[in-house]
């Protein structure tokens, strides 16, 4: 039987209904229960890692996700492009993009574990772990203690911060070094964001994202949450035309104008400005300078998406809550490099558009010294009145 036969669920919509966030994007996707969606930085095999934690859990006819989730087409060389060692094995054997594509993805769902380990080119970006909910203490064989990751013997890939009040500057600690050597994990050490994430799985060694097996994600639910049906009926029943039923519009009858009050005055909107805007916020998130900055906040389609947003909607925390993650590079002594903004917003934001609210929202605050950021301190409510408070007038005789 073909497998298009099995195919019973549209995935998002399977997600839906079973309790979960989904929301795909350029970067790989966010996934979660409802209002606790984590950020999955996998990049274009994002749709094939989700593909298979729904046939791991089961949903198998859910399983249709299409490569980066339909933003784009894909072309054979989209995936092994992404990763330098492929490419370079691909041109040494001879083989095909499309050939070479094939094998990532294999080498991507395999789970076989390295024998080796190696400094890996780049990180994931994965929920953070904590060291010692991973990490146990045991015996090299010469009676000395050494850390190792527990249950080493199937396929893992964590992220761990390694900031603490012992380990101010995130540096790898000797006792990790001693891990990694004796171990043979793969690791790579982000020393700006100070986390570390490593690994024992092949596709790490070669630099590929971990699968969902890898990263130790639990299965989906399976059950299907009866009140949430409706709520995926009504998002489709919102997308068709309701044009149905009523009556066009006479076609003697010319569209009403829309008058502008006397103090509103016409803007010049251009139909055919196009949106520049996610070139530029991506070389900022990639390059996060001064000058990538300021090319940001002078892009006129970047305005438009900002000021057609509700700033406290998009990015679900309130005004108070987002103060709270400025305040610590309040002033010139707390200033920071551009690449902590960045994990700043990417820590608590998952989206494009969330993360330009988020820089242009707090564009009037942000300075600029010697290549470091800060936010300026917000200056308080001055009262209506200066001095001392006037005396009751005297009642007279």
């Known amino acids: ?224 949450i009866p009140e949430l049906c409706s709520l995926a009926v009504g998002k489709k029943a919102g997308n068709k035309s309701k044009g149905k039923g009523k009556q066009a519009k006479k076609a003697s009858e010319a569209p009403k104008e829309k008058k502008l009050k006397p103090s509103e005055p016409k803007q010049a909107v251009s139909k055919s400005d196009p949106a520049t805007w996610q070139p530029k916020l991506r070389q900022f998130l990639d390059a996060p300078t001064e000058l990538n900055h300021k090319a940001l906040l002078g892009d006129r389609s970047a305005w438009r998406i900002f000021c057609s947003n509700d700033k406290s909607d998009i990015l679900g925390k309130s005004r108070y809550a987002i103060k709270r993650l400025r305040r610590p590079y309040v002033g010139a002594g707390n200033a920071a490099e551009g690449q902590v903004l960045v994990e700043l917003i990417r820590e608590h934001w998952a989206d494009e558009e969330q993360y330009l609210v988020a820089i242009f929202k707090w564009s009037t605050l942000t300075r600029w010294e010697q290549g470091k950021f800060y936010f300026h301190q917000e200056e308080k409510a001055k009262g209506l009145t200066v001095g001392p408070p006037a005396e009751p007038a005297k009642a007279e005789a």
């Open 1 to 224: 039987m073909p497998n298009s036969l099995l195919y019973t669920e549209e995935p998002t919509e399977a997600l839906l209904i079973r309790g979960y966030t989904f929301k795909p994007a350029t970067y790989g996707f966010s996934l979660g229960l409802r209002g606790k969606a984590n950020a999955y930085r996998v990049g274009a095999l994002g749709s094939v890692f989700m593909n298979d934690l729904l046939e791991r859990s089961s949903l198998e006819g859910a399983a249709t996700f299409r490569f980066m989730f339909g933003i784009r087409r894909y072309a054979a060389g989209d995936i092994s492009t992404c990763f330098p060692s492929i490419t370079e094995d691909m041109q040494d054997k001879g083989r095909t993009f499309a050939e070479a594509d094939k094998k990532a993805i294999e080498l991507f769902l395999s789970n076989e574990l390295s024998s080796y380990g190696m400094k890996m080119p780049c990180l994931y970006e994965i929920p953070l772990v904590r060291a010692d909910d991973v990490l146990v203490e045991t015996d090299d064989g010469d009676g000395r203690p050494i850390l190792r990751v527990k249950g080493d013997d199937k396929p893992f890939y964590y992220l761990v911060s390694l900031a603490s009040p012992d380990n101010p500057r995130g540096e790898i600690p000797n006792d990790w070094k001693t891990m990694l050597a004796k171990w043979q994990y793969s690791y790579h050490h982000d020393a700006v964001g100070m986390r570390m994430a490593f690994s024992n799985t092949k596709s790490a060694y070669f630099g590929l994202p971990p699968n969902s097996t890898a990263v130790r994600m639990p299965l989906l639910r399976t059950e299907i």
